[in-house]
């Protein structure tokens, strides 16, 4: 049962040590916001298997729920975001709202109350745990669903203006796979986190955060000679 979240969280960390170090060669904030999003994943996974192995405590459910189903999303949307936006003053304003909501996620998790009935489940619902309609409950669909929609959005457009162009068919490929990684957890992962299925869940946790990875080192690849030259041919006929 601890198994499946116990490899997210290794494929996670590797993830996370990868970016980081790269965002330490190139001083890209994009990376930095991905590393950030990646060692919560991997945090949030770890959380998973110790609750599957000794049973859930509030303090746990708590760290799971804050960086596992609300904050690691925005901060996957904001490096996405700083790909896209190249305007300081507009990128400032969203720093300040990516503070505002990290801040806000941890007052509410924080402070909301939990019923400890609900956590002998293998995998305890947010809606069990802290009451149907509460605030804490309800931060993934104000908080990780809209940053969902700005991630996918904003890879898909990335894509778009990607598209044709031979050198960059690593990138357009990448990038595809990120935006299905994150659409598997998404989806599937939140569905059976919703109905407590621990396995499919978990299976969920793994298979996207590997598609994101294999994207991510996708996107990363250098073009070949060949395609190089492709596109400068393709460029001269232009």
């Known amino acids: ?8 969280a290794a494929v996670a960390l590797a993830f996370a ?11 890209r904030s994009y990376l930095a916001f991905w590393a950030a999003a ?51 003053v507009v990128r400032s304003i969203l720093y300040v709202v990516l503070v505002f909501v990290t801040a806000y996620t941890i007052a509410r998790v924080r402070t909301a109350g939990v019923v400890d009935a609900a956590l002998a489940e293998d995998l305890p619902s ?39 162009a031979p050198e960059l068919r690593d990138r357009f490929v990448g990038t595809i796979l990120i935006a299905l990684g ?7 992962g939140s569905a059976f986190a919703a109905i407590g299925l621990l396995v499919p869940f978990s299976l969920a946790l793994l298979g996207g955060v590997s598609v994101m990875f ?11 000679p060949r395609e190089r030259s492709a596109a400068g041919a393709q460029a001269v006929r232009r």
């Not at 802290?130 to 890879?155: E, K, N, S, W």
Request: aromatic share 12%; glycine share 10%; charged share 15%.
């Open 17 to 27: 040590a990868l970016l980081t170090r790269r965002f330490l060669r190139s001083r």
């Open 126 to 164: 947010g809606k069990e745990v802290f009451g149907d309609g509460t605030p804490a409950h309800r931060l993934p669909q104000l908080v990780a669903i809209p940053a969902y929609l700005v991630l996918v959005a904003g890879a898909l457009w990335s894509a778009w203006r990607m598209r044709g």
């Open 214 to 224: 294999w994207g991510f080192l996708r996107a990363s690849r250098r073009s070949s």
């Open 1 to 8: 049962m601890w198994l499946f979240p116990g490899v997210a």
């Open 182 to 188: 994150a659409t598997v957890i998404a989806t599937f």
């Open 38 to 88: 990646l060692g919560m994943y991997a945090v949030a996974s770890a959380v998973v298997a110790l609750g599957a192995l000794d049973g859930w405590t509030p303090a746990e459910f708590r760290v799971y729920w804050a960086v596992g189903a609300v904050l690691n999303v925005p901060f996957l949307a904001q490096g996405e975001l700083d790909l896209l936006v190249r305007n300081r």
